[in-house]
């Protein structure tokens, strides 16, 4: 296994989203002695997730089923998480995810619209076998200046 595994959902790389899953995923994997996470960008993988045989797409999915902790993380789009996040994890099999850890981390305009899709995320996770971890992280983008502070509190607060 290759320890933590942080993805980014969001269309765009390097968005504010990003950067909060990076900090969650980092401040998790300080607590735990873990070496710094592997980060998948799923906007990076482009028309790759529609093309069969595509080695980004392969070594994502890879990643995800080698890992034994992952930060996923996706914007609110349309009440749910993005459409290119589900295209990533519906290439993974039924139950690829089994007995991996999964924090869900989403970012919203206002917290209900945020809770809302978190349990949406929640729910596709465990669909896919993984033990989702309680509670997951919704955060509103106005918060998302404290993206650092917010991991932090977050990590060391979880109770494993």
């Given at each position: 296994?290759?320890?933590?595994?942080?993805?980014?959902?969001?269309?765009?790389?390097?968005?504010?989203?990003?950067?909060?899953?990076?900090?969650?995923?980092?401040?998790?994997?300080?607590?735990?002695?873990?070496?710094?996470?592997?980060?998948?960008?799923?906007?990076?993988?482009?028309?790759?997730?529609?093309?069969?045989?595509?080695?980004?797409?392969?070594?994502?999915?890879?990643?995800?089923?080698?890992a034994h902790l992952l930060v996923?993380?996706?914007?609110?789009?349309?009440?749910?998480?993005?459409?290119?996040?589900?295209?990533?994890l519906d290439q993974l099999s039924?139950?690829?995810?089994?007995?991996?850890?999964?924090?869900?981390?989403?970012?919203?305009?206002?917290?209900?619209?945020?809770?809302?899709?978190?349990?949406?995320?929640?729910?596709?996770?465990?669909?896919?076998?993984?033990?989702?971890?309680?509670?997951?992280?919704?955060?509103?983008?106005?918060?998302?200046?404290?993206?650092?502070?917010?991991?932090?509190?977050?990590?060391?607060?979880?109770?494993?």
């Amino acid at each position: 296994m290759t320890g933590i595994v942080v993805v980014s959902g969001n269309p765009r790389p390097s968005s504010r989203t990003s950067a909060l899953a990076v900090a969650v995923g980092a401040a998790i994997a300080a607590r735990l002695g873990s070496p710094e996470p592997t980060v998948i960008e799923v906007g990076t993988l482009g028309a790759g997730l529609l093309t069969p045989g595509d080695e980004a797409t392969k070594a994502a999915v890879a990643a995800l089923t080698e890992a034994h902790l992952l930060v996923i993380a996706t914007p609110t789009y349309k009440g749910s998480y993005t459409g290119v996040l589900k295209v990533l994890l519906d290439q993974l099999s039924a139950q690829a995810l089994a007995g991996k850890l999964a924090v869900p981390v989403v970012t919203a305009g206002v917290a209900p619209q945020a809770a809302g899709a978190e349990a949406l995320l929640r729910q596709l996770l465990v669909e896919l076998g993984a033990i989702a971890v309680r509670p997951g992280l919704p955060v509103v983008e106005a918060d998302l200046g404290e993206s650092e502070a917010i991991a932090q509190k977050y990590a060391a607060a979880l109770d494993w």
